[in-house]
């Protein structure tokens, strides 16, 4: 695999560097980290995982990210080796328990409002350079003079890499899709279509016959080949597979660090599928419905998903799972948003009722999360003595309960 092979060549000039800094604090209750921008990572069209140091004088000039955490407790499989060996017979129609370890470690503290709102200024982030004027300056003094490893015709996974100065948490903030609907497009906005056709349709994003699906699956009337579209999803070059691959690249060049996995809209389901699949802390925000994904993945259920937490509020339709139909923003944009379950707990604003919003498109963007949601008190959490909407498991949610599932040749 790509983290066996290409990670001696690629990583260990880092591995010494890192090895240098001092050893991860053990972890405390109700702590506040302070975090620094350490890396940019990319992923090429050829699916390798680059990484580069932010320069030496940025990490010494800008502010540092202050975020409280609390300890939880999380599960882990016992080795990626024997989470892939079960995902591998589950495939094949053969099941197996797989054994987690129980580990309490420090997470962000959710219930934390600027908690939240600096999350969710570092997940804006990985959509950006950090030259750029949406680059988000936390608190006030946030500059780096040029990103590494965002080489201009790089369509794959991008984001950033934030530590402590002591490497004791490392956070991985995911970009999530780069549209013309939401963020303007890009080079990545080709195969960020791909993955979100393929993760968040019902069979392969066959909505209508003007559509070109993104697998042969569909077997008409409203009747899908199962394995066609789980065979679909196991491609190599899809963010999934490379997202674990750029997983282990962190815990190799982090092997003592408490990793965390943030992003936003594709980014946080991919962040989610991650906390599913190896057990960091995971706050996503404004994701699409990324549990019917997971298990069409086969992952293995951990005993708990309290480790992943969903930030979104009811005026967006592409976490809601409304953003569907031949009337809609994203169907006109050739999206099929169809799936709106989600792992773990979720922080669900009201915007509609409490803010008197209506469901668009526009509602969806991480700006407007940050400036119009997270930026200010939430009053019907203060009414509670509390600041922000509590985290609650998504009760009796089913996703594409119209469709037939099965082996349809």
């Not at 702590?31 to 010494?60: G, T």
């Not at 989470?83 to 309490?104: I, K, M, N, T, Y």
């Not at 802390?281 to 005993?303: I, N, Y």
């Amino acid at each position: 695999m790509l983290y066996n092979t290409v990670l001696a060549t690629l990583f260990l000039p880092l591995i010494s560097h890192f090895s240098s800094r001092l050893a991860p604090a053990p972890p405390k209750d109700d702590k506040i980290l302070n975090f620094e921008l350490r890396h940019y990572h990319a992923v090429s069209a050829d699916a390798h995982v680059a990484f580069s140091d932010a320069p030496p004088s940025a990490q010494l000039l800008d502010a540092p990210y202050t975020i409280r955490t609390r300890n939880i407790s999380t599960f882990r499989p016992p080795s990626f080796q024997e989470f892939s060996r079960v995902r591998s017979l589950s495939r094949h129609g053969a099941a197996e328990s797989l054994h987690w370890d129980e580990e309490e470690i420090p997470a962000p503290d959710v219930e934390s409002r600027q908690t939240l709102l600096l999350l969710a200024k570092m997940t804006n982030n990985a959509y950006v350079e950090p030259d750029s004027v949406e680059w988000y300056k936390l608190d006030g003094n946030w500059t780096v003079a040029y990103p590494f490893g965002w080489e201009p015709d790089a369509d794959g996974f991008k984001g950033h890499v934030f530590a402590t100065p002591d490497n004791g948490t490392v956070v991985l903030s995911i970009k999530g899709t780069s549209g013309g609907i939401w963020n303007g497009g890009g080079p990545t906005a080709k195969k960020d279509k791909l993955n979100d056709n393929l993760l968040f349709s019902c069979c392969c994003a066959r909505v209508g016959w003007s559509w070109t699906p993104v697998c042969g699956c569909w077997r008409g009337d409203r009747k899908c080949h199962q394995d066609c579209l789980e065979d679909a999803l196991m491609e190599e070059s899809l963010f999934y597979p490379i997202g674990m691959n750029l997983y282990n690249n962190l815990t190799y060049m982090y092997p003592d660090s408490n990793i965390w996995v943030i992003g936003h809209s594709m980014g946080g389901s991919l962040a989610s599928l991650l906390g599913a699949t190896f057990g960091p802390p995971v706050v996503a925000f404004e994701a699409p419905g990324e549990k019917l994904a997971a298990t069409r993945l086969h992952l293995p259920s951990p005993p708990s998903t309290q480790h992943i937490i969903h930030v979104y509020n009811t005026a967006d339709p592409i976490a809601m799972g409304t953003c569907n139909g031949v009337l809609s923003t994203c169907s006109s944009a050739g999206y099929a948003m169809e799936t709106g379950c989600h792992l773990g707990k979720s922080i669900v604003y009201d915007t509609v009722s409490t803010l008197g919003w209506y469901v668009n498109i526009g509602n969806h963007g991480i700006v407007t999360v940050i400036n119009d949601v997270l930026g200010k008190p939430w009053p019907p959490s203060e009414q509670e003595g509390k600041e922000v909407p509590e985290a609650k498991y998504e009760k009796d949610c089913m996703d594409c309960y119209s469709w037939e599932y099965g082996d349809f040749p």
